[in-house]
């Protein structure tokens, strides 16, 4: 499983390479029940995925039409994530969260980007489980 080699911190997916890159190692558990709108659950998940997209540039390029894609694509990314986890009979839940609060923590990456969904995903493993964060765009 992909979580088990990955050291705990924050990350961003690069869809095009298929490869994770390291913004900041540490545990962030506490960060990550704080951003998903202080519920426990994407602190005590293996990972909490922050779907994040330049709105700026795709409502420039595309109008309010844009906008509508982009739901439709995340979508479909978080039920492959979704269909993913089940399939390997882990949990999975789309949550709420601080918008800005986000940004800021994935900053300076993530600056200008807009939280579009979060998921948190994997077994609750309790405190001694350690929370991925990723940002995927």
Known sequence: MLWKS???GAYFFHRERGALECLKQGNFRSEASYLGLEQ???GEA???VF???DLRLILDRFGNQG???LQLEAGILRGKLYLAAFAQRLEATGLTFFD???TKFFSPHAEGKSVIFLMAAGKSRGPA???RLAELA
Do not use: F
């Open 40 to 42: 426990e659950l994407p």
């Open 6 to 8: 990955v050291a705990p």
């Open 51 to 53: 779907y994040m997209a």
């Open 67 to 69: 906008y509508r894609v």
């Open 100 to 102: 800005d609060d986000v």
């Open 46 to 48: 293996s990972a909490a």
């Open 129 to 131: 489980c350690q929370t």
